[in-house]
């Protein structure tokens, strides 16, 4: 079955650029210019993955990424014009799954889309041999279906915070680094600059604990990384 990527940038001749390279790779796509015409879609069709524009007219794409996340679980890769730090890490609060600067390559975006799909292919169609849920005190995660729940109600998480999440439970008690657990979800080189394990790090505290500030599941071991 051929995946079915969004596109939402205002820039019509980015629009047509990415929609060419995913379609000479098999894929369909939908183009919108706009995030309130792109959401409207949304309530009656389905997609595999979201290329977002920040810089957008109307709605922006960090409000358009969080309207989205209330009730979708999609892939989302953030696109914006800007390359500072905080820039990246208000889309990466925002949900999205990854973030890619312009000008970019567009060989490197359908990487990062294949990329996406393929993990989302795989929780999605291979039953897991190892544990299939695990309950951590009030915390259960159940890694078929990967849903969580928090005191019997359930936390929305975005793939990449399940990816990390699940990485951590089946390492349980086990403190593994920010490299470790960037290389294991990611699948790609760690840079020592890049934040995003702690960006979704907070995020998923947000989720899952009472507290955030004082986390009991999720935990930092300062200078060497996190541990369940």
Known sequence: MQPKILIIDDDKEIRNLIGIYLENEGMLTQKFEDAIEAL?????DEVDLIILDIMLPKMDGIQACMKIREERNMPIIMLSAKSEDMDKIQGLMSGADDYLSKPFNPLELI??????????????TQPSKDKKMMEI???????????VHVQNQEVRLTPKEFDILE???RNKGMVMSVQKIYE?????????????????????????EQDPKHPIYVKTIWGVGYKI
């Open 167 to 169: 990485f951590l439970a």
């Open 40 to 44: 409207n879609y949304l309530q009656s």
């Open 137 to 147: 005190g009030e915390l259960k995660i159940n890694f078929d279906t990967r849903q």
């Open 184 to 208: 294991a979800v990611w699948k790609e080189e760690f840079f020592r600059s890049d934040n995003n394990v702690m960006v979704h790090i907070t995020k998923i505290r947000d989720k899952i």
């Open 111 to 124: 990487a990062r889309v294949k990329s996406q799909l393929r993990r989302t292919n795989k929780y999605n």
